[in-house]
C-alpha cells in the first residue's frame, strides 16, 4: 500500500512538472523554466500534506522556481542535434551532455526547494551565504572549465552549463556542511530524474520525428525531463526526515517571495514573449493580418491576468492575514491549480490555440490541468525515509550510461542523416576551421 501510495503521488507530481515543462517551452529561457518549476514545487506540497510546510509555501516555492530556472542558463539546441547523428560516438556523447544538462535543472531546483524545506527558526537557512557561494563557485568553474581547460560542451553556443556546474557544486558543499542531507537527497534524485528525462525525451524525440506524425515532438522531450525531473524530486521529498517546522510564518516573511512568484516571474515572461512582433510571426501561421486587433486583445488580456492572478493573491494570502500566517491545503491547493491554470492560458494564448486547432499538443495541457486536479487531492502522505547510499548511485549512474549506450545504438541504426543533425567530433572544430 505504501509503494502504490507513493507512486500515486510521484505520478501527480511528475503530470504537474511535466506540462509545465511542455508549456516552458513556449517561453524559454530562466522565467519560462522558473514559472514550471514553481508550478513542480506547489504540487510536490500538496501530495506531501505537511500542515508545517504550507505556511512558508511562497518562500518554498520561490526556492524551487529560482533553482529549476536557473538550468535556463544552458544553451541546448546543438546538443540536442548531436542525438539526431548517425555515429555512435556523436549521439551517445549528445544523450550523455542532456544528461548533464537535465539533471542541473533537476538537482539546483531540487536541492534550493529542499533547502527552503528544512529552513526553520532552529536550523536557520543563511541565504545570503548561500547566495555568495553560487556565485563564487559559478564564476571559478566557468573560469577554469571554459576559459582555462576549454572544455567546451556545445561549441560555439554559450556554455553557461558550466557556471551552473558551479552553483551546484557550491549548493552541495553547503547542504553536506550544514547536514541537510534530506535536501541533498531531492537534488540528487530531482537530478537524476531531469537528467534521464532529458536524455530519453531527445530519443523519444527523433522516433517521433522519423513517424512522420504531424505532432510536435519537441514538446515530448521537454514533457518528458519535467516528468522525470517532477518523479525524482516527489520521490527524493517522500522519502526524506524532515524536522518539524513551526505552523505559522511572520507575515513580514511573505510579502517578498508572494510577489516574486505571482508578479514578478510571469511579469517577465510577459514582457518576454508578448511582444507584437513575435505575435505577428507566431498568428500569421493562421491568417491573422499583422495589424489585427486580435493581437492587442491577446496582449492586454495576458497582462491583464497577470494582474488579477497578483492582486487575488495578494488579498487572499497576505492582506486579509493577521499576523502570523497559517495556511490550509485549500488554499494551497487553489493557489496551485490558479497558477498552472494561468500558464497554460498563456500558452493557449501565444501559440493562437484558443482560435484555432493546428497545435494539438495544447489541448493536452488542458486535459492534463483536469486529470490533476481531479485526482491529486486523493493522494495520501506517505513518508518512508531512506539512507543516502552514494555507492548504490553511482552503480545505478553506471546503469544508466549503459542505458544510454543502448539507447544509442537503437537511434543510429533507426535513420540515416536527418535534418538538424549536428557533430561534435569528426569534423573539425569551428575554432580549428577558422585557423
Given at each position: 500500500?505504501?509503494?502504490?501510495?507513493?507512486?500515486?503521488?510521484?505520478?501527480?507530481?511528475?503530470?504537474?512538472?511535466?506540462?509545465?515543462?511542455?508549456?516552458?517551452?513556449?517561453?524559454?529561457?530562466?522565467?519560462?523554466?522558473?514559472?514550471?518549476?514553481?508550478?513542480?514545487?506547489?504540487?510536490?506540497?500538496?501530495?506531501?500534506?505537511?500542515?508545517?510546510?504550507?505556511?512558508?509555501?511562497?518562500?518554498?516555492?520561490?526556492?524551487?522556481?529560482?533553482?529549476?530556472?536557473?538550468?535556463?542558463?544552458?544553451?541546448?539546441?546543438?546538443?540536442?542535434?548531436?542525438?539526431?547523428?548517425?555515429?555512435?560516438?556523436?549521439?551517445?556523447?549528445?544523450?550523455?551532455?542532456?544528461?548533464?544538462?537535465?539533471?542541473?535543472?533537476?538537482?539546483?531546483?531540487?536541492?534550493?526547494?529542499?533547502?527552503?524545506?528544512?529552513?526553520?527558526?532552529?536550523?536557520?537557512?543563511?541565504?545570503?551565504?548561500?547566495?555568495?557561494?553560487?556565485?563564487?563557485?559559478?564564476?571559478?568553474?566557468?573560469?577554469?572549465?571554459?576559459?582555462?581547460?576549454?572544455?567546451?560542451?556545445?561549441?560555439?553556443?554559450?556554455?553557461?552549463?558550466?557556471?551552473?556546474?558551479?552553483?551546484?557544486?557550491?549548493?552541495?558543499?553547503?547542504?553536506?556542511?550544514?547536514?541537510?542531507?534530506?535536501?541533498?537527497?531531492?537534488?540528487?534524485?530531482?537530478?537524476?530524474?531531469?537528467?534521464?528525462?532529458?536524455?530519453?525525451?531527445n530519443f523519444l524525440q527523433?522516433?517521433?520525428?522519423?513517424?512522420?506524425?504531424?505532432?510536435?515532438?519537441?514538446?515530448?522531450?521537454?514533457?518528458?525531463?519535467?516528468?522525470?525531473?517532477?518523479?525524482?524530486?516527489?520521490?527524493?521529498?517522500?522519502?526524506?526526515?524532515?524536522?518539524?517546522?513551526?505552523?505559522?510564518?511572520?507575515?513580514?516573511?511573505?510579502?517578498?517571495?508572494?510577489l516574486m512568484v505571482m508578479?514578478?516571474?510571469?511579469?517577465?515572461?510577459?514582457?518576454?514573449?508578448?511582444?507584437?512582433?513575435?505575435?505577428?510571426?507566431?498568428?500569421?501561421?493562421?491568417?491573422?493580418?499583422?495589424?489585427?486587433?486580435?493581437?492587442?486583445?491577446?496582449?492586454?488580456?495576458?497582462?491583464?491576468?497577470?494582474?488579477?492572478?497578483?492582486?487575488?493573491?495578494?488579498?487572499?494570502?497576505?492582506?486579509?492575514?493577521?499576523?502570523?500566517?497559517?495556511?490550509?491545503?485549500?488554499?494551497?491547493?487553489?493557489?496551485?491549480?490558479?497558477?498552472?491554470?494561468?500558464?497554460?492560458?498563456?500558452?493557449?494564448?501565444?501559440?493562437?490555440?484558443?482560435?484555432s486547432g493546428y497545435r494539438?499538443?495544447?489541448?493536452?495541457?488542458?486535459?492534463?490541468?483536469?486529470?490533476?486536479?481531479?485526482?491529486?487531492?486523493?493522494?495520501?502522505?506517505?513518508?518512508?525515509?531512506?539512507?543516502?547510499?552514494?555507492?548504490?548511485?553511482?552503480?545505478?549512474?553506471?546503469?544508466?550510461?549503459?542505458?544510454?549506450?543502448?539507447?544509442?545504438?537503437?537511434?543510429?541504426?533507426?535513420?540515416?542523416?536527418?535534418?538538424?543533425?549536428?557533430?561534435?567530433?569528426?569534423?573539425?572544430?569551428?575554432?580549428?576551421?577558422?585557423?
Open positions: 500500500m505504501k509503494n502504490k501510495s507513493l507512486s500515486f503521488a510521484m505520478l501527480m507530481v511528475g503530470l504537474s512538472l511535466g506540462t509545465a515543462w511542455a508549456i516552458r517551452g513556449q517561453f524559454g529561457h530562466e522565467y519560462g523554466a522558473a514559472w514550471a518549476g514553481a508550478i513542480g514545487s506547489l504540487s510536490v506540497l500538496l501530495v506531501a500534506k505537511r500542515t508545517d510546510w504550507y505556511a512558508k509555501v511562497f518562500a518554498v516555492t520561490l526556492a524551487g522556481a529560482i533553482g529549476w530556472g536557473l538550468g535556463g542558463l544552458a544553451s541546448y539546441g546543438i546538443v540536442v542535434g548531436y542525438g539526431r547523428d548517425t555515429e555512435f560516438i556523436n549521439v551517445f556523447y549528445g544523450l550523455t551532455m542532456l544528461f548533464v544538462i537535465g539533471g542541473l535543472y533537476g538537482f539546483l531546483g531540487g536541492g534550493l526547494f529542499g533547502l527552503a524545506l528544512t529552513d526553520s527558526a532552529n536550523k536557520p537557512v543563511t541565504w545570503s551565504q548561500v547566495i555568495v557561494e553560487m556565485v563564487v563557485g559559478a564564476v571559478v568553474f566557468y573560469f577554469f572549465i571554459i576559459e582555462e581547460f576549454d572544455w567546451r560542451m556545445t561549441p560555439p553556443r554559450s556554455e553557461t552549463w558550466a557556471a551552473c556546474f558551479g552553483g551546484a557544486v557550491a549548493l552541495t558543499w553547503y547542504l553536506v556542511r550544514q547536514r541537510s542531507y534530506s535536501a541533498l537527497r531531492v537534488a540528487v534524485f530531482a537530478g537524476l530524474g531531469g537528467g534521464f528525462g532529458f536524455a530519453f525525451g527523433v522516433l517521433g520525428h522519423l513517424t512522420e506524425i504531424k505532432f510536435n515532438f519537441w514538446n515530448v522531450m521537454e514533457y518528458s525531463l519535467g516528468f522525470f525531473g517532477g518523479l525524482g524530486m516527489a520521490y527524493g521529498t517522500l522519502t526524506s526526515e524532515w524536522e518539524p517546522n513551526e505552523p505559522t510564518q511572520p507575515k513580514i516573511q511573505v510579502w517578498f517571495p508572494l508578479l514578478v516571474i510571469p511579469y517577465v515572461v510577459w514582457q518576454q514573449s508578448f511582444d507584437l512582433e513575435r505575435l505577428q510571426g507566431i498568428f500569421s501561421k493562421i491568417e491573422v493580418a499583422p495589424e489585427s486587433p486580435i493581437l492587442w486583445g491577446v496582449q492586454l488580456v495576458s497582462i491583464g491576468m497577470v494582474l488579477s492572478m497578483t492582486v487575488w493573491c495578494w488579498f487572499h494570502f497576505y492582506q486579509n492575514r493577521s499576523s502570523p500566517v497559517s495556511y490550509s491545503q485549500n488554499d494551497v491547493f487553489a493557489l496551485f491549480l490558479g497558477h498552472w491554470g494561468l500558464y497554460i492560458l498563456f500558452s493557449l494564448l501565444i501559440t493562437g490555440a484558443f482560435m494539438i499538443e495544447q489541448y493536452l495541457y488542458i486535459a492534463n490541468w483536469l486529470v490533476v486536479a481531479f485526482l491529486i487531492g486523493k493522494t495520501q502522505s506517505i513518508f518512508t525515509p531512506k539512507p543516502l547510499a552514494p555507492k548504490k548511485w553511482a552503480i545505478n549512474f553506471g546503469g544508466l550510461l549503459a542505458f544510454f549506450a543502448l539507447l544509442t545504438f537503437l537511434l543510429i541504426h533507426s535513420h540515416g542523416e536527418l535534418k538538424g543533425s549536428q557533430k561534435r567530433f569528426g569534423v573539425p572544430s569551428p575554432t580549428e576551421s577558422s585557423q
